[in-house]
């Protein structure tokens, strides 16, 4: 198994700032993902962050908005730009971990709320 | 990706068994059944994933019909610990997916009453 751990749990923001959300697994991991939770939906993948490649981002999602850094096998960051409340959000990294490639793990989530 | 429906919403008594429907008539060959859940202010976790056979483990069962159209998930005595929003997932390979991301439906939320 993987135990994953995110930073900040939650934070409240104004507009037009930005935030650096952290993901620390406690082993190494190659595949990465960060995905969304708009309040009352369901997850939303952003962008896949494999380690010593650029992530790869999904439709409706950019890199300009959404960067992301892979600095290592055991972390990665989510940064959420010039925030407006539509932003407001879980915003959760996972990962494929443990040799068992059919399993994925999620931290607990950072809820970020966008004034 | 190959998409699911399931219910929006069951309910259960606590101790009694549970079955979680799910349909998946666009299913291909090489697709995997995977289930996650996700407890209240919680990220998703994994509670099972099969192919094509009948797959038990700890937590949970999983039944697959025979022409993989549907699935349903079976917790076999229900706690109030069970109570969360069941997603059933397909994806192309066994990690979940041609580059292992899963892609989540809007999944089944289970009240279990005391």
Known sequence: ???????????????????????????????????????????????????????????????????????????????VSNMSPEDSSIYLCSVVAGGRTDTQYFGPGTRLTVL | DAKTTQPNSMESNEEEPVHLPCNHSTISGTDYIHWYRQLPSQGPEYVIHGLTSNVNNRMASLAIAEDRKSSTLILHRATLRDAAVYYCILSARGYGGSQGNLIFGKGTKLSVKP
């Open chain 1, 1 to 79: 198994s993987a135990v994953i751990s995110q930073k900040p749990s939650r934070d409240i923001c104004q507009r037009g700032t930005s935030l650096t959300i952290q993901c620390q697994v406690d082993s190494q991991v190659t595949m990465m993902f960060w995905y969304r939770q708009q309040p009352g939906q369901s997850l939303t993948l952003i962008a896949t962050a494999n380690q010593g490649s650029e992530a790869t981002y999904e439709s409706g999602f950019v890199i300009d908005k959404f960067p992301i850094s892979r600095p290592n096998l055991t972390f990665s960051t989510l940064t």
